[in-house]
């Protein structure tokens, strides 16, 4: 395969597939200028890890992977590394419209804003869990076993519609 | 709300996405060509700003101590033996940095979450194992500026009883400092203060999350 036809092929994966380096990093980052810096680390982490891409795996499992792994460490860092060392002047991704604006106060935008309040792990296993990935793949890519992926869901589940129900209440 | 409302409403935004978010196809291809490139090169440019630093100053010491053996006489005795310590600390400290910066920039974003974010916070954890090697050279800095020539012969009891308290002081500050550079102490404002300038924050940040997988990770 030509370094050509690779790139044409990343392209492709990124576009099928934008929605859920979007969510992933609109989970992790409020902050329109951090989420951009955070989608450009999520891309350039893509990218990297391309050429040794497994194929075995789905290109969502794979995206879902490295976008958390690069999510939560960005998350952790600490404040003075907000905008990362080169940033392009534009973000890779861009909304024509903010998909929650005509609903500030809508259940969409109070979800995000529960998923917010989760644990970083915990908020990734809900992402998961709300794109309806199978206990086996959630387990492929989290990294524990399927009987925890369920008891944990069960768990964050009551947490997160406790945390929705008071935002929805206030 | 039910499960599968909150499935519902997380779905309305997926159709939603699908209109509105657009990609940037010549900001993508940068990433994939020069920009991406870049972005790792300046990474490592700001980790070599920290070799150069400490391999400048293991020179300055190698020179010294270089200088002083050459022409050893018994008056350079104490200089010897405690900057010949502070290099051994510094050089310990130096293959410390170093193996940081290889172990991070090895760490595949690719593998499961569980073990990619282990990786990440026992490299942050390590910084207490680097500060706490680092501590070990304070007393040497009370001890390298005497002389046999002089010391203790020529001065008086007073100067003694000064020197020893001193270097006693800090013989203790450093055993002290040793015993508590521990996680468990990351909740002390002071240990936090004292290891700010190696990152301190982020490795509050590392325990914290640490913990938070030690218990994601236990089956319930």
């Keep these: 395969m030509t370094s050509l036809d690779q790139t044409e092929i990343f392209l492709a994966v990124i576009q099928q597939n934008k929605g859920i380096i979007y969510k992933v990093a609109n989970s992790y980052c409020q902050h329109p200028e951090e989420r951009q810096d955070l989608v450009q680390e999520i891309v350039v982490q893509l990218w990297q890890a ?60 109070l979800l995000q804003q529960a998923i917010a309040q989760l644990k970083e792990l915990d908020r990734a296993l809900m992402l998961l869990y709300l794109d309806e990935k199978s206990y086996m793949e959630i387990s492929q890519i989290m990294g524990i076993s399927e009987s925890n992926v369920a008891t944990k869901i069960g768990r964050i589940k009551i947490v997160l519609r406790k945390n929705f129900t008071q935002l929805k209440e206030r | 709300m039910e499960n599968m409302d909150l499935i519902n409403l997380w779905k309305t935004q997926d159709a939603k996405l699908e209109k509105v978010l657009l990609i940037n196809q010549m900001l993508l291809k940068e990433v994939t060509g020069q920009k991406a490139k870049s972005t790792l090169k300046s990474m490592i440019r700001f980790k070599i700003v920290g070799i150069i630093t400490f391999v400048v100053y293991l020179l300055f010491l190698g020179f010294v101590l270089y200088y002083a053996i050459a022409n050893y006489s018994s008056a350079w005795n104490y200089f010897i033996v405690s900057v010949t310590a502070i290099t051994i600390i510094n050089l310990r400290g130096f293959t410390d940095y170093i193996r940081h910066i290889v172990l991070a920039s090895n760490i595949n974003y690719n593998g499961r979450v569980m073990e990619i974010q282990q990786q990440f916070s026992k490299l942050q954890l390590s910084i207490i194992d680097h500060s706490k090697v680092m501590c070990l050279q304070f007393p040497f800095f009370t001890t390298f500026y005497l002389s046999s020539a002089w010391f203790p012969s020529q001065v008086g009891t007073a100067y003694i009883v000064l020197q020893v308290a001193i270097t006693g002081a800090f013989v203790f500050l450093t055993y002290w400092l040793y015993k508590n550079h521990k996680p468990e102490n990351l909740s002390k404002k002071w240990f936090r203060n004292l290891i700010a300038g190696s990152g301190g924050k982020s490795v509050a940040r590392a325990i914290e999350f640490y913990n938070h997988m030690k218990s994601f990770k236990e089956e319930e």
Excluded: M, Q
């Design chain 1, 50 to 109: 391309f050429k040794t891409y497994n194929s075995s795996f789905k290109h969502s499992t794979w995206i879902y992977r490295i976008s958390l792994n690069v999510a939560i460490s960005f998350y952790r860092k600490e404040k003075r590394r907000r905008h990362i060392s080169n940033p392009l002047p534009e973000g890779i991704l861009a909304l024509t419209e903010n998909p929650v604006a005509e609903e500030r106060e809508g259940d969409l935008y």
